[in-house]
Nanobody, 120 residues
């Protein structure tokens, strides 16, 4: 079993910053792509940012220039630094990862979600 545990959500003022972290624990041999998504009630989950094992990144247009995704492969952790937050960034943020278990089976999973609320 693999768990993705998120932390760092909370309340911030517009223009402020928050940093999300997500750590994978369990029988994971290798993590490939990791990412952050967000979802509002009644809406589809949308991509925020992804990062490959080689640290190639991809961002939603709405967060480019404000958010930065990074990872620490030694710690099986992905981060999302969110700067210049806007009220529209308010959402539940989910960590996502895919990789391989020891033994070679494919892994794909989600964290439990962390609430980010930006007050204007």
């Amino acid at each position: 079993q693999v768990q993705l545990v998120e932390s760092g959500g909370g309340l911030a003022q517009a223009g402020g910053s928050l940093r999300l972290s997500c750590t994978a624990s369990g029988s994971i041999e290798r993590l490939n792509a990791m990412g952050w998504y967000r979802q509002d009630p009644g809406k589809q989950r949308e991509l925020v940012a992804t990062i490959t094992s080689g640290s190639r990144t991809n961002y939603a247009d709405s967060v480019k220039g404000r958010f930065t995704i990074s990872r620490d492969n030694a710690k099986n952790t992905v981060y999302l630094q969110m700067n210049r937050l806007k009220a529209g960034d308010t959402s539940v943020y989910y960590c996502n990862a895919e990789g391989t278990y020891y033994g070679g089976s494919y892994y794909y999973g989600w964290g439990q979600g962390t609430q980010v609320t930006v007050s204007s």
